[in-house]
């Protein structure tokens, strides 16, 4: 398994951002719902095309956002 292979990112897909699978759920949407206390089970009540691994993706990509670091480029 490709890493996040079901994260896609396309400008013409909810602004480019981080969505599943290239469907207009977003990253954001799903993490927004697990961090309100929804659970994996209402979530996809609510989304039924979403796959359990797709939620898995999700928390994953997260993670790896959060461990990247933003490096100032000085202008000389």
């Not at 897909?13 to 927004?32: A, D, F, H």
């Not at 719902?33 to 089970?41: H, K, P, W």
């Not at 691994?53 to 100032?72: F, G, K, N, P, T």
Request: net charge negative; charged share 30%; proline share 5%.
């Amino acid at each position: 398994m490709a890493p996040f292979d079901r994260i896609t990112l396309d400008p013409s897909v909810m602004g480019g951002k981080p969505c599943i699978r290239g469907q207009r759920v977003t990253v954001g949407l799903v993490l927004g719902l697990l961090a309100a206390g929804r659970s994996r089970d209402e979530i996809q009540e609510a989304y039924p095309y979403l796959e359990d691994e797709d939620i898995e993706h999700c928390l994953a990509y997260a993670a790896w956002r959060m461990e990247e670091r933003e490096v100032s480029l000085s202008v000389s």
